[in-house]
């Protein structure tokens, strides 16, 4: 599908007619029709084809013929040229956090800031404060917004990796040549950002590559050889393609995971035990222990096999050799998406789409939980609305009996004082009730979470600390003191799948279970589109040691519904 590619272009086109100081009706067409695109669930050369593209609302005939001139020569001449008149560097600079066009050109125009270096010299010399509308408070939110940006570039975010990674293997998979095939690296142990995508696979090497750089979604072949082949995918990303022997696959999978350091330690116990291992095999002396499969290189050294995702060297390799590894919870646990927004709210689906979707995921329930009436930039619901929304799921509860249950859900917003946005009459109407902070995200928000856990109808915290990756770090908060009020008052901690959240991260997830707190792993959906991503959750949750008995909806119904209500018990409500 092209349609991020094209998003992308009419998203930058806006920023520089922004930059230009164009007037804002022009620009706003663009940016449109960039988050319209982006959002499509369908193919825009489907739709293209179907001359469909002027039905789509805010695209009249000239935005048709760029589409189309993009879809049929992969660039656009007039956005050609307009880049062409701007420096380069800019387009950096409107990368970072914080960031915006009209900030952009500010600095450009008044200081001749070109780029990040640029900018990074006039912070250091004070220069920022002498512009107008630029205090001390300003200035340091873009000096974080470099931080931030640094730390980010480079690296891919996981649900992307996923995404693409998935999107290759599903395709080669089906290819006659192909015997086994994996992704390797970070994004096999399902770090939250990843370097780069590295696939391996065995079987007819000549022919897994031809096939692996003739895919519909490689846009250019960077290398080409007869066992590795580098490539660009239509998202931007570079992927690359090993074909290996089948008897060094184990060793070599083992060696392309990682972690480094999880490789440099389990490097010293093959040395104490005689042997070497690289990624051809593992070796006593010039024989060839071991290499097929990872188990049984693992095997070989009297270890049980550590799952991916906490390959870290943070105790695993002492647990394997002991044979005490956890039983981390897995990607089929899942029994219900506890996190999901429907068009009553902010999200694009229907219930009915979503309960379907669910459905065809396999899922025994999920909850719909709609902004509450104070987050207004997102629709939220009034009581009314609410309950209105309820008598719909009650409605569609009755169609799908047997096949799916639906539950009242929210996501209410703990307003600055911990209080909710609905009072307890509402709340204890609801089958399961997330809570959230949306706003005041530079105050230190511990004490407005646990007294929101205090809440007897409060089931869940979503996103607890809010930090979006590569966009805005965590608001001030004691997770630790989270962690335990969480546990002291049977309030489950969401880990929010969605792919720029990842929140709790994993090593707070560990912390989590080391307290005996529980969490939820949810999406956070606003498009049945996003769902999928419920495996990025169990993917963190996995990096994070939990296991199954941890987390709540990994439970059916009856067990989930028990959760609810002790809670509700536990403050004297029966
Ligand atoms: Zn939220
Ligand atoms: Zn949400």
Request: proline share 3%; charged share 30%; glycine share 8%.
């Amino acid at each position: 599908m092209k349609n991020k590619e094209l998003a992308d272009i009419f998203d930058r086109w806006a920023n520089i007619l922004e930059f230009m100081g164009d007037n804002p009706y022009h620009i706003r067409a663009y940016r449109n029709a960039a988050r319209l695109i982006r959002d499509l669930s369908e193919d825009i050369e489907v739709l293209a084809r179907e001359g469909k593209l002027t039905k789509l609302p805010g695209i009249g005939q000239r935005l048709q013929a760029k589409i189309l001139e993009f879809l049929r020569t992969g660039k656009i001449e007039e956005f050609e040229k307009l880049k062409a008149s701007v420096p380069d560097t800019i387009f950096t600079l409107l990368d970072i956090p914080g960031v915006g066009p009209k900030t952009v050109k500010l600095l450009y125009d008044r200081l001749g800031i070109r780029s990040l270096e640029d900018l990074k010299r006039a912070i250091e010399r004070g220069d920022l404060l002498k512009l107008p509308g630029f205090g001390p408070k300003k200035v340091e939110k873009i000096r974080k917004g470099i931080e931030l940006f640094e730390k980010a570039s480079g690296r891919i975010l996981l649900g992307i990796a996923v995404f693409i990674a998935d999107g290759i293997i599903n395709q080669l998979k089906e290819h006659s040549a192909v015997e086994r095939i994996s992704v390797a690296g970070s994004t096999r142990r399902m770090k939250e950002t990843v370097g780069d995508i590295d696939i391996l696979a065995t079987g007819k090497n000549l022919e897994i590559i031809d096939a692996f750089v003739n895919l519909p979604n490689v846009k250019e072949v960077l290398w080409k050889g007869t066992k590795k082949a580098t490539v660009i995918v239509e998202e931007g990303e570079q992927v690359d393609l090993r074909v290996i022997e089948p008897d060094s696959y184990g060793s070599a999978l083992q060696y392309f995971t990682g972690s480094k350091s999880h490789n440099i330690h389990l490097r010293t116990i093959c040395i104490k035990q005689g042997y070497k291992l690289n990624e051809y095999g593992l070796f006593k002396g010039d024989v060839k222990i071991a290499g097929r499969t990872e188990e049984e290189i693992y095997e070989a050294l009297g270890m049980d096999t550590p799952p991916p995702e906490i390959r870290e060297d943070t105790g695993e390799i002492e647990a394997a050799l002991e044979h005490r590894l956890p039983e981390l919870i897995d990607y089929g646990d899942i029994k219900g998406d506890l996190h999901i927004h429907s068009n009553w709210s902010d999200g694009a689906s229907t219930i009915e789409e979503i309960a379907l979707k669910a459905i065809e995921m396999g899922y025994k329930y999920i909850a719909i939980t709609d902004h509450s009436k104070s987050l207004r930039v997102a629709n939220g619901l009034s009581e009314e609305d609410l309950l209105k929304r309820n008598e719909e799921i009650d409605r569609l509860n009755k169609k799908f009996q047997g096949k799916i249950k639906i539950l009242k859900g929210t996501e209410v917003d703990i307003l600055p004082d911990g209080s909710l946005d609905y009072n307890d009459e509402i709340l204890s109407q609801l089958d399961f009730v997330v809570a959230a902070i949306h706003s005041r995200f530079t105050q230190d928000n511990t004490k407005r979470i646990l007294k929101a856990m205090e809440n007897p109808y409060v089931n869940a915290i979503a996103h607890p600390t809010g930090r979006v990756i590569g966009q805005r770090e965590s608001y001030p908060v004691d997770i630790e003191a989270v962690i335990k009020k969480a546990a002291e008052t049977g309030t489950a901690l969401e880990i929010n799948a969605y792919y720029n959240r990842l929140d709790l991260k994993d090593v707070h997830c560990r912390l989590a279970v080391k307290y005996g707190a529980k969490l939820v792993i949810s999406t956070d959906s606003h498009h049945v589109d996003h769902m999928w991503m419920i495996k990025l959750g169990v993917g963190t949750a996995r990096r994070g040691w939990v296991e199954k008995k941890d987390v709540i909806n990994a439970k059916g119904l009856r067990e989930l519904q028990k959760f609810v209500k002790e809670k509700r018990k536990k403050f004297g409500i029966s």
